[in-house]
């Protein structure tokens, strides 16, 4: 069946929007809760494995960037993003290097093997601890200007581009 | 005229009203409007902050996720009886997930409106019953059909792909004015011009008198017999001090989606024994593919074509859509130079999703210490069966397009190509290693003619209460098999009919 494109009601496009929110009840601006210090280091720890581009740590700033931003996102997060992204990394931390037989924290082992630990983690029944931490860390890279001149994904729309 | 927030007051509250409405979402938004558009007063209470539409641009994606998206996005329905664990994400905000929609309206298809009529006896919810609902909210929020030329590049090959094993690409209707193509939908509209909930409808609400609370959330509906006189709400301030607000009402209605609706009723002394049960969630799965060319996804209206060749006979919709790159990377297999040598080609791969027309397998219960809820879910056999077939479906259709290799949402999956398609086990996949996701949960107080088999009449009151309505996705009789909010706006606009007739 062919739909009919219709119009909105007379009057609709004269309607006021929604006004401007107050500006101490912006989002961003909110109150943020305590962030464990290890939560910062693990996720550090994380991606210096997975962003490694040749063996050696990614540059330092965007280390600095991706630790502290992952800090703010844990802060804000409440109940049970909290408990998944808990779990989650201390899966990685603690866990992650048996399977590799290094009964070690995940920071102790040098990169490649960080990597090789965290590879078999991934593809155990574990894998969605692994994803949940590397999808946070992976949105926080892929939104650095640096990674998105990198990899020409700076945004963009198509109608402005055609 | 404004939207008031819990935060910025310092005492407890009290009000009154003719209507408090709970969740400014799909559902609360558009009764809210009706009924203040009646004269009535109301309140619409909402947990979630306010953004206006325009702020949304200003956010990173990772910001919309963390301040607007319930659970930061993290939310999982446990997978029970060797199906899939599935990743259900909804929003709370102003505007509940409709702020967080990729646009698609769909009717509902016949043939469930067939099955509601006549087999559950929901005798208005037919074809004819429902057109005019659909009609009104298709004009209120500006339903139109998206151009080929806006179509992502990767959709355009899906299409190309699907084409060569007769399955059509067909247009998606979208509530859109004015797309721009930017594909950033689901973090808010940076142009304000995807029509949700608070572009849409709130602001005529709020033109016909009604107060919009953010911020705020409610405790439980407060009962005297039959009767649901008020709510009691609680908020915090600026200081993180905790305040009470009770609101006196002639009438409830309930739209906190079918995540919390259920809860919230219990709470409220609610005895049904069908809450909380009949979850559906339309179980989806992303397959990618990666192209010799770029084709940046993100480049187009974010969800543009849909293929519904297989929805009635086998249950399965294949959707367009885009999501961060970051999430992109992420569902690549690997960490280290290996992995980083993939993931800085995201633009080059595509996505499509499949989703199923899921039986109702899941249930809502409430979590021990925190009272949250927290979903099961038990995929029936024939849908569990159907994943093979949904996932080899899409990979065909890739590599009629050209792909060079997909990636499926097989945890651990080293992307395929061709040979490897063909050799790997998908019937093997247990549920635990599949990636799951769902926006679409409904069901959980389902709306039939029988106080034994539903939660609320086909007015949307719930059994044996005089005034207390729920008007959210939770009422769907049965999962739909194609994307909901259409379908809860018109579901709710027929609720307000009746509240005013
Ligand atoms: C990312 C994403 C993309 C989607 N894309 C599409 C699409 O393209 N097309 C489509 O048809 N559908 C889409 N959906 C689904 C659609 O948005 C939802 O089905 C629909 O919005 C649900 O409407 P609702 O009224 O049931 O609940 P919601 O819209 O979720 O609103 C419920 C509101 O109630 C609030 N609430 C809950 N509990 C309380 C409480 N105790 N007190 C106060 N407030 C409370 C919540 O914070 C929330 O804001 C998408 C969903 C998501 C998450
Ligand atoms: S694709 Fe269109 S509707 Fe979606 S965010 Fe971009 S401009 Fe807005």
Same mark, same amino acid.
């Given at each position: 069946?062919?739909?009919?494109?219709?119009?909105?009601?007379?009057?609709?496009?004269?309607?006021?929007?929604?006004?401007?929110?107050?500006?101490?009840?912006d989002?961003?601006?909110?109150?943020?809760?305590?962030?464990?210090?290890?939560?910062?280091?693990?996720?550090?720890?994380?991606?210096?494995?997975?962003?490694?581009?040749?063996?050696s740590?990614?540059?330092?700033?965007?280390?600095?960037?991706?630790?502290s931003?992952?800090?703010?996102?844990?802060?804000?997060?409440?109940?049970?993003?909290?408990?998944?992204?808990?779990?989650?990394?201390?899966?990685?931390?603690?866990?992650?290097p048996?399977?590799?037989?290094?009964?070690?924290?995940?920071?102790?082992?040098?990169?490649?093997?960080?990597?090789?630990?965290?590879?078999?983690?991934e593809?155990?029944?574990?894998?969605?601890?692994?994803l949940?931490?590397?999808?946070?860390?992976?949105?926080?890279?892929?939104?650095?200007?640096?990674?998105?001149?990198?990899?020409?994904?700076?945004?963009?729309?198509l109608?402005?581009?055609? | 005229?404004?939207?008031?927030?819990?935060?910025?007051?310092?005492?407890?509250l009290?009000?009154?009203?003719?209507?408090?409405?709970?969740?400014?979402?799909?559902?609360?938004?558009?009764?809210?409007?009706?009924?203040?558009e009646?004269g009535?007063?109301?309140?619409?209470?909402?947990?979630?902050?306010?953004?206006?539409?325009?702020?949304?641009?200003?956010?990173?994606?990772?910001?919309?996720?963390?301040?607007?998206?319930?659970?930061?996005?993290?939310?999982?329905?446990?997978?029970?009886?060797?199906?899939?664990?599935?990743?259900?994400?909804?929003?709370?905000?102003?505007?509940?997930?409709?702020?967080?929609?990729?646009?698609?309206?769909?009717?509902?298809?016949?043939?469930?409106?067939?099955?509601?009529?006549?087999?559950?006896?929901?005798?208005?919810?037919?074809?004819?019953?429902?057109?005019?609902?659909?009609?009104?909210?298709?004009r209120?929020?500006?339903?139109?059909e998206?151009?080929?030329?806006?179509?992502?590049?990767?959709?355009?090959?899906?299409?190309?792909?699907?084409?060569?094993?007769?399955?059509?690409?067909?247009?998606?209707?979208?509530?859109?004015?004015?797309?721009?193509?930017?594909?950033?939908?689901?973090?808010?509209?940076?142009?304000g011009?995807?029509?949700?909930?608070?572009?849409?409808?709130?602001?005529?609400?709020?033109?016909?008198?009604?107060?919009?609370?953010?911020?705020?959330?409610?405790?439980?509906?407060?009962?005297?017999?039959?009767?649901?006189?008020?709510?009691?709400a609680?908020?915090?301030?600026?200081?993180?001090?905790?305040?009470? @607000?009770?609101?006196r &009402?002639?009438?409830? #209605?309930?739209? *906190?989606?079918?995540?919390?609706? !259920?809860?919230?009723?219990? /709470?409220?002394?609610?005895?049904?024994?069908?809450?909380?049960?009949n979850?559906?969630?339309?179980?989806?799965?992303?397959?990618?593919?990666?192209?010799?060319?770029?084709?940046?996804?993100?480049?187009?209206?974010?969800?543009?074509?849909?293929?519904?060749?297989?929805e009635?006979?086998?249950?399965?919709?294949?959707?367009s859509?885009?999501?961060?790159?970051?999430?992109?990377?992420?569902?690549?297999?690997?960490?280290?130079?290996?992995?980083?040598?993939?993931?800085?080609?995201?633009?080059?791969?595509?996505?499509?999703?499949?989703? @199923?027309?899921?039986? &109702?397998?899941?249930? #809502?219960?409430? *979590?021990?210490?925190?009272?949250? !809820?927290?979903?099961?879910? /038990?995929?029936?056999?024939?849908?569990?069966?159907?994943?093979?077939?949904?996932?080899?479906?899409?990979?065909?259709?890739?590599?009629?397009?050209?792909?060079?290799?997909?990636?499926?949402?097989?945890f651990?999956?080293?992307?395929?190509?061709?040979?490897?398609?063909?050799?790997?086990?998908?019937?093997?996949?247990?549920?635990?290693q599949?990636?799951?996701?769902?926006?679409?949960?409904l069901?959980?107080c389902?709306?039939?003619?029988?106080?034994?088999?539903?939660?609320?009449?086909?007015?949307?009151?719930v059994?044996?209460?005089d005034?207390?309505?729920? &008007?959210?996705?939770?009422?769907?009789?049965?999962?739909?098999?194609?994307? !909901?909010?259409?379908?809860?706006?018109?579901?709710?606009?027929?609720?307000?009919?009746?509240?005013?007739?």
């Amino acid at each position: 069946m062919q739909l009919p494109v219709l119009q909105g009601p007379p009057g609709y496009e004269q309607l006021p929007p929604l006004p401007p929110a107050h500006p101490d009840v912006d989002v961003r601006r909110r109150r943020a809760r305590a962030v464990p210090p290890s939560v910062r280091s693990t996720a550090r720890t994380v991606a210096e494995a997975l962003f490694s581009p040749d063996g050696s740590p990614p540059d330092a700033a965007r280390l600095e960037f991706i630790e502290s931003d992952f800090g703010d996102f844990y802060a804000r997060s409440n109940g049970t993003a909290r408990l998944v992204l808990r779990l989650s990394l201390f899966a990685l931390m603690w866990v992650a290097p048996w399977f590799v037989f290094r009964p070690l924290p995940l920071s102790s082992l040098s990169l490649p093997q960080r990597a090789r630990a965290l590879e078999r983690l991934e593809a155990s029944p574990l894998g969605p601890a692994a994803l949940a931490v590397k999808a946070m860390l992976c949105i926080l890279w892929f939104e650095h200007p640096t990674t998105q001149a990198e990899t020409n994904t700076a945004a963009s729309c198509l109608r402005s581009r055609a | 005229m404004t939207v008031r927030s819990g935060l910025l007051e310092k005492k407890d509250l009290e009000l009154d009203c003719d209507t408090v409405v709970i969740g400014s979402g799909a559902g609360g938004a558009v009764v809210a409007t009706h009924l203040a558009e009646a004269g009535e007063r109301v309140l619409v209470l909402e947990e979630g902050p306010y953004v206006p539409a325009l702020d949304h641009g200003g956010m990173r994606q990772s910001e919309s996720i963390r301040h607007l998206w319930r659970d930061a996005a993290m939310t999982l329905a446990v997978g029970v009886g060797g199906g899939p664990s599935i990743n259900v994400t909804t929003g709370r905000a102003v505007g509940g997930s409709s702020i967080l929609t990729g646009g698609v309206c769909f009717r509902i298809p016949e043939h469930v409106l067939h099955q509601w009529s006549r087999e559950l006896e929901l005798r208005d919810l037919s074809p004819k019953g429902m057109a005019p609902f659909f009609e009104q909210v298709e004009r209120d929020v500006h339903v139109e059909e998206v151009p080929a030329d806006m179509r992502s590049r990767g959709t355009a090959l899906f299409g190309e792909g699907a084409a060569k094993f007769g399955a059509a690409l067909k247009p998606m209707r979208r509530n859109t004015r004015g797309c721009d193509g930017c594909g950033r939908c689901n973090f808010g509209c940076p142009h304000g011009s995807k029509m949700s909930v608070d572009v849409s409808y709130l602001p005529r609400a709020v033109a016909a008198g009604a107060e919009i609370w953010a911020d705020v959330r409610v405790d439980r509906v407060k009962m005297s017999g039959a009767r649901a006189t008020g709510v009691d709400a609680t908020f915090r301030d600026l200081d993180d001090n905790k305040h009470r @607000l009770r609101v006196r &009402a002639e009438r409830v #209605v309930v739209a *906190a989606n079918a995540m919390y609706t !259920p809860l919230l009723l219990e /709470r409220s002394g609610v005895r049904s024994p069908q809450l909380g049960k009949n979850l559906t969630l339309h179980p989806s799965f992303r397959v990618m593919a990666r192209f010799d060319e770029p084709v940046r996804g993100w480049e187009g209206a974010l969800q543009s074509a849909y293929i519904d060749h297989y929805e009635e006979s086998e249950g399965m919709l294949f959707n367009s859509l885009a999501i961060p790159n970051g999430v992109m990377a992420a569902t690549l297999p690997g960490f280290g130079p290996k992995y980083w040598s993939r993931a800085k080609d995201v633009a080059h791969l595509a996505i499509f999703g499949g989703m @199923l027309h899921d039986d &109702a397998g899941g249930e #809502v219960h409430r *979590a021990p210490f925190t009272g949250e !809820p927290v979903m099961s879910y /038990r995929m029936s056999e024939r849908d569990f069966g159907r994943i093979p077939r949904l996932l080899r479906r899409m990979a065909d259709f890739w590599f009629a397009a050209g792909a060079r290799e997909i990636i499926l949402p097989v945890f651990g999956t080293e992307p395929l190509d061709a040979d490897g398609v063909a050799r790997f086990p998908f019937e093997q996949v247990k549920g635990h290693q599949l990636e799951c996701s769902s926006q679409h949960p409904l069901g959980s107080c389902q709306m039939g003619v029988a106080r034994g088999t539903s939660v609320v009449d086909t007015n949307g009151k719930v059994w044996d209460t005089d005034n207390l309505y729920v &008007a959210c996705g939770s009422i769907m009789p049965t999962s739909l098999g194609v994307n !909901p909010q259409l379908a809860i706006m018109s579901m709710a606009t027929r609720i307000a009919q009746r509240m005013k007739a």
